[in-house]
């Protein structure tokens, strides 16, 4: 997988502050082959408010350990967006026979 160049983060940065300013969201990505991969995202918190994710976060840490395989699980399941770009998406490897 490619990685974003220091030009790449640093105008990622310098849109993230202008953007913001005005209460817009920014999102980065790079292609390798047609595929894109996310490389930074800033949310205004009018779009996602960050206090009620962390409210909830600190509610439910420390319940136990069943609670948080879930979690990790939920974690692991891709998107519908990497589906499409070619994450594994429940997609098999090697060719059908």
Avoid: W
Avoid at 11 to 29: I, P, Q
Avoid at 66 to 71: A, D, I, Q, T
Wanted: aromatic fraction near 12%.
């Amino acid at each position: 997988m490619s990685i974003p160049s220091y030009a790449d983060l640093r105008s990622a940065g310098f849109y993230d502050t202008e953007f913001g300013s005005h209460g817009v969201s920014l999102l980065e990505f790079i292609c390798e082959r047609g595929i894109p991969h996310l490389y930074y995202a800033s949310f205004d918190d009018s779009v996602v408010p960050v206090e009620p994710i962390a409210s909830e976060i600190r509610k439910e840490n420390g319940k136990g350990i069943f609670k948080n395989y879930f979690l990790r699980k939920e974690l692991k399941r891709t998107t519908k967006a990497e589906q499409i770009a070619g994450g594994n998406g429940g997609q098999t490897s090697g060719p059908q026979l």
